[in-house]
């Protein structure tokens, strides 16, 4: 894997030549994350910027994308984070922004409650999303955020 880090316009423009491939080639997240080998919310994260895929996933997905020049390029290590300063204005990413301004606090009082000071990793991390029939009509996203516990160290 590389361990470089790139200018981080770099990997924004990959990641709008492969969602513009995505879209070209008709192909899925799901489909993508078949060819690399790794879960759907890791591809996906990888593909947009916000992880190093290994060599032969970032070979895997350059190939079925018809971006073979980005092989290096999906193995550095990017600059991670998506949303630029401020309130995100997209109202799917907005509305993560509201559910966390009205249940942050309750996440934060419910997870030490259980296991006392410290934080949820986004490191030892896993994320899925799925959709479900809602039995009221319509269908519901159940997003399942898994992160190991890091209790905080005293020194």
């Known amino acids: 894997m590389m361990h470089a880090q790139l200018d981080p316009t770099a990997r924004q423009a990959l ?33 947009l910027g916000q992880h190093a895929l290994p060599a032969d996933a970032a070979q895997a997905v ?9 092989v290096i390029l999906l193995q550095t290590i990017p600059t991670r984070g998506s949303i630029p300063e401020g309130i995100p204005t997209d109202p799917t990413i907005y509305r993560f922004h509201e559910m966390l301004q009205v249940y942050g606090t309750t996440l934060k009082a419910l997870i030490h409650e259980q296991f006392g000071d410290g934080i949820i990793s986004a490191v030892n991390f896993r994320l899925d999303v799925r959709k479900v029939a809602d039995p009221e009509g319509g269908e519901r996203a159940i997003i399942t955020l898994d992160g190991k516990y890091l209790p905080t160290k005293p020194f």
């Open 15 to 47: 990641a709008v030549a492969a969602v513009e491939a995505k879209t070209r080639k008709d192909l899925s997240w799901q489909q993508i994350a078949d060819a690399a080998g790794l879960s759907p919310a890791f591809t996906t994260a990888a593909v």
């Open 62 to 70: 350059a190939e079925l994308l018809g971006l073979d020049d980005a």
